[in-house]
């Protein structure tokens, strides 16, 4: 059983994606199942306050973060999920008329 969070969502597509370009190459399918991998938990509760855990790669520990660290790492997160879901046009402000 998986979290409900935006991380599964975004690894469930991409492991999607690549099964139905797959299938419409005419190539057969993964032999490897979905797994779901836990990179951070990341919590904002207002403009000031955030909370998180960030797993570490080499140590397999989770760091419990807050403060203005965790805050940079959500809005790093954040920023990337728009990136994601929208393409880098975005980031292109509106030119003066």
Do not use: E
């Not at 139905?20 to 919590?43: E, I, N, T």
């Not at 909370?51 to 140590?59: A, E, R």
């Not at 419990?64 to 046009?89: C, E, Q, W």
């Amino acid at each position: 059983m998986v979290p409900p969070r935006a991380q599964v969502a975004h690894q469930q597509a991409d492991y999607l994606v690549n099964a139905f370009v797959r299938a419409s190459k005419g190539q057969p399918a993964l032999d490897v199942p979905y797994v779901y991998k836990d990179h951070c938990s990341l919590v904002s509760f207002d403009k000031n306050t955030s909370v998180g855990t960030l797993m570490g790669l080499l140590t397999k520990l989770g760091w419990f973060v807050d403060d203005l660290f965790a805050r940079i790492m959500y809005t790093k997160l954040y920023l990337m999920h728009l990136n994601s879901l929208l393409g880098p046009a975005w980031l292109r402000l509106p030119q003066a008329v």
